[in-house]
């Protein structure tokens, strides 16, 4: 996985962290948890807000 791959990374994160509500997450969690996805294979430089909030996004979407 990739920072762009934000659909496949919140389906991650939403299996890995079902107690967590995805509207009220801080962007240095969320890239935390990211990083320690199973499967994830990218650089940390190459993460940003733009990004941050797409994940978040999708996650929110995903949960609903």
Same mark, same amino acid.
């Given at each position: 996985m990739k920072w762009t791959d934000t659909l496949e990374i919140a %389906? =991650? +994160?939403g299996e890995k962290l079902p107690g967590v509500d995805p509207k009220t997450l801080r962007f240095t @969690? +969320?890239?935390r948890w990211v990083m320690q996805? @199973?499967?994830? @294979?990218d650089i =940390? &430089?190459?993460s940003g807000e733009k990004i941050l909030e797409a %994940?978040?996004? =999708?996650? %929110? &979407?995903e949960a609903d």
């Open positions: %389906i =991650a +994160l @969690d +969320l890239r996805l @199973d499967g994830f @294979d =940390a &430089e190459h %994940i978040q996004m =999708a996650w %929110i &979407e």
